[in-house]
């Protein structure tokens, strides 16, 4: 079955400094990667995904890269703000799955004021 | 996206009991999902609550367990059966908006069981 692997587990930068998460999949036929950002004591918020027919997407200070041959995908965050500390998920899903995901391991972000 | 609430938001429970978990939503829906995310750990999927069927069940995962009711598009029940401590957990609803895989939560229902 599909295998969703996430790094780092954890990542510590400075405020305004960029962050970079990576996750690889196993299953070619994957063809949905989102990404959720966790709060403690919250439930996942979705921030960004991407479908396997785009190669990037940007909103704001957020961008997440697919690279289908390889078969990763990364989020990145510019100008990092202390808000931005939270775990981080990212996940893939493909076509008649019933919309099933399979998550990373999660990325905890901590930015250093 | 969509609205999502569930109830309690936390319990402590005793070993052998069993607590059932609501989850609200403010729009009609098709798909619902349970995840459970163990401390510290990530989501992993419990079932599919869809209305009018069965839920769907993820390997690992039991009715007997983890009974689901889905009574219409707004709502969905998840019962934590026969409690030990290894259930503590945190259990989210989602919902798909739109297309299926893309899911909003809840806030999570936090459970210890002792």
């Known amino acids: 079955g599909e295998n969703v692997e996430q790094h780092p587990s954890t990542l510590s930068v400075q405020e305004g400094d960029s962050a970079v998460i990576k996750c690889t999949y196993s299953d070619s036929a994957s063809n949905y990667f989102p990404w959720y950002k966790q709060e403690l004591g919250k439930g996942p918020q979705l921030i960004i995904d991407?479908?396997?027919?785009?190669g990037e997407k940007k909103d704001q200070r957020i961008a997440v890269t697919l690279n289908k041959t390889a078969k990763h995908f990364s989020l990145h965050i510019t100008e990092t703000q202390p808000e931005d500390s939270a775990v981080y998920f990212c996940?893939?899903?493909?076509?008649?799955?019933?919309?099933?995901?399979?998550f990373g391991q999660g990325t905890e972000l901590s930015v250093k004021p | 996206s969509a609205v999502i609430s569930q109830k309690p938001s936390r319990d402590i429970c005793q070993r052998g009991t069993s607590l059932t978990i609501q989850c609200q939503v403010d729009?009609?829906?098709?798909?619902m999902f349970w995840y459970r995310q163990q401390p510290g750990q990530s989501l992993t999927l419990i079932a599919t609550?869809?209305?009018?069927?069965?839920?769907?069940?993820e390997s690992g995962f039991v009715i007997d367990k983890f009974p689901i009711s889905r009574p219409n598009l707004t709502f969905s029940t998840l019962t934590v059966s026969n409690m030990s401590p290894e259930d503590s957990s945190i259990y989210l609803c989602?919902?798909?908006?739109?297309?299926?895989?893309?899911?909003?939560f809840g806030p999570g229902t936090r459970l210890t069981v002792l």
């Open positions: 989602s919902v798909a908006a739109g297309r299926p895989d893309t899911q909003y």
């Open positions: 729009s009609q829906v098709t798909m």
């Open positions: 996940a893939a899903s493909w076509n008649n799955q019933g919309g099933k995901l399979i």
């Open positions: 609550a869809n209305q009018g069927s069965e839920a769907t069940y």
């Open positions: 991407i479908r396997s027919n785009v």
